[in-house]
């Protein structure tokens, strides 16, 4: 039975929580694990023959909701547009003195389904009860394999290759603030559309889109985090050394509708699930993952005439920050 009463003490949870909570939820596996996460064990180890390991980490600090999801998501999605397979994740939980054991399980429970659904293994980390934290914080490095001629990274966009955007604009953001904040939304979107902004958080998975992508034509890849579209696209330029000439974005209608009534910049707005693609096949790679049910389309192209990076013939300015820090400074 999980306790719904507050945490009395601060440090690591005991032997029995961390069965109950935390390596009860352990499902998915990997052949490449040959020491994984265990009561008493420090570290995990891992056979990757003679691939290459890509890493990547990221904390969660700017959501309360979902921080599972998005924990095992964001990290395994930055591995991916390397052109890796994720592997395996390292889960740090940081646990306020007021949450319940009832807390934590339901951040494990999306931990889990996140995992499932990417196929990566859960190896290790650690969960502590703090009063350093005023609300749940979970951080996660993933661990991914690739091939050392496989390797795909940001700077390897040429002139005339083409920028294609997986999804639109603004997704992680519209649904952080639909899940965090619905009670600022209610005179601006219905009932239904509310459901709409938060169901965009079943779409923050980039992995199944950077694994088609890489086998049709991908040259490079880049997970749109903080800053938006735009700044994701303007640190691919500056990487290649290139020019770059953005037409259309699409946005989402109710991330639109939301941006508008808080003036926000939908296109500068933090937007995981979303996934930039840089090629110099655009229509093989946009069709294999249109088969595969993912939207997809071109947005733009490398040219190497110019250093600027421009929206429909307008200069973009570098990255600045996000929009969603933006939001949560004034509400």
Request: charged share 20%; aromatic share 4%.
């Amino acid at each position: 039975m999980l306790q719904e009463v507050a945490f009395v003490r601060l440090g690591k949870l005991s032997p029995e929580e961390l069965k109950l909570t935390v390596f009860s939820k352990l499902t998915a596996q990997r052949p490449e694990v040959v020491l994984a996460a265990a009561l008493g064990e420090d570290s995990a180890a891992l056979d990757l023959a003679c691939d290459l390991c890509v890493v990547s980490t990221d904390p969660i600090t700017g959501a309360s909701a979902e921080i599972g999801r998005l924990g095992v998501f964001i990290a395994c999605n930055d591995v991916a547009t390397n052109g890796a397979e994720p592997v395996g994740v390292l889960l740090t939980i940081f646990v306020p003195p007021e949450a319940t054991l009832e807390d934590v399980a339901s951040v494990m429970d999306q931990v889990r389904d996140a995992a499932d659904e990417v196929g990566v293994q859960v190896i290790g980390g650690h969960t502590e009860v703090t009063a350093a934290v005023n609300q749940m914080i979970v951080s996660c490095t993933a661990l991914g394999r690739v091939a050392a001629d496989k390797l795909l990274y940001s700077g390897r966009a040429k002139a005339d290759d083409a920028l294609i955007l997986v999804r639109t604009a603004g997704l992680e953001g519209t649904a952080i603030m639909a899940w965090d904040h619905a009670d600022l939304l209610q005179d601006i979107l219905t009932d239904e559309e509310l459901s709409q902004a938060r169901s965009l958080s079943g779409f923050l998975n980039i992995v199944p889109a950077a694994r088609v992508a890489r086998t049709h034509g991908a040259v490079s890849m880049h997970d749109v985090t903080e800053g938006g579209v735009l700044g994701a696209a303007y640190e691919m330029a500056d990487a290649a050394g290139l020019g770059l000439e953005l037409g259309a974005i699409p946005v989402h209608a109710v991330t639109l509708k939301i941006c508008r009534a808080f003036s926000l910049d939908p296109l500068r707005l933090i937007s995981s699930g979303a996934l930039l693609i840089a090629t110099p096949t655009p229509e093989q790679v946009v069709q294999a993952l249109l088969a595969e049910g993912i939207p997809a389309q071109k947005i733009g192209r490398f040219v190497n005439h110019t250093n600027q990076v421009t929206l429909q013939g307008e200069e973009v300015s570098p990255p600045r920050g996000d929009e969603l820090w933006e939001f949560k400074s004034r509400y």
